[in-house]
């Protein structure tokens, strides 16, 4: 069993300056995969109930893992790492990076816990030098993405649920919850926030920003 301290980190807002699934449908758009005037507005809709804790999670990360369907990882992986070179790595700061380094030089576990889909996100991680990932999965039928989600989505309630399992399966106690350190920047996480016994709210939107003025979590800016 684990003695290591947990840190846990969420990405979009948080370590990175946007949102992956945005940028995502984005670079797609610029690409040709999906149409601009079609596909803009609901990518902005979608984005813009998320931003407001007005979107359900299914509908959420389902908008975002229908832009995959009908490919394999393979077949996306080429178009995913150009898109991880030029729109996400240069989002990551030097604040952002610092932090992760700090943890990681006090010996702590690193975890990702994000909402957006595992093969968006797993060069992200890697880049980031954090070696744990839970994240959104994605159905996969005879090869190819179906377009669907798979098991609980890693959102809300979901972000708790999967860290509980996470831990059961290192066989670490769910205690540990009460020494680690978890950074966000979304009230779509307060469920996660909460479960913590050291949340740190970054960059927040204005209703995370009033919770933790009201609970007296730490505040910080990474920009």
Known sequence: MSSTRLALFDLDGTLLAGDTDVLWCAHLIEEGVLDR?????ANRDV??????GAIS???FAGF????LGGRSAAAWA?????FVRAAIEPRIGSAARALVAQHRAAGDRLVLTTATNRFLVAPIA?????GELIATELEVVNGDFSGRTAGIINMRKGKVERIAMWL???GIARAALADATFYSDSINDLPLLEAIGTPVVVNPDPRLHEEATQRGWRIVRLD
Do not use: K, N, Q, W
Not at 37 to 41: H, L, V
Not at 47 to 52: E, H, K, N
Not at 78 to 82: G, H, I, S, Y
């Open 37 to 41: 005037e079609t596909f803009g507005a």
């Open 64 to 67: 975002y893992a229908a832009t």
């Open 78 to 82: 080429p178009l995913r790492d150009r």
């Open 168 to 170: 059961d399966e290192r």
């Open 126 to 130: 890697a880049s980031l030098g954090i």
């Open 47 to 52: 984005a813009d109930r998320y931003a407001r």
């Open 57 to 59: 999670a299914e509908e």
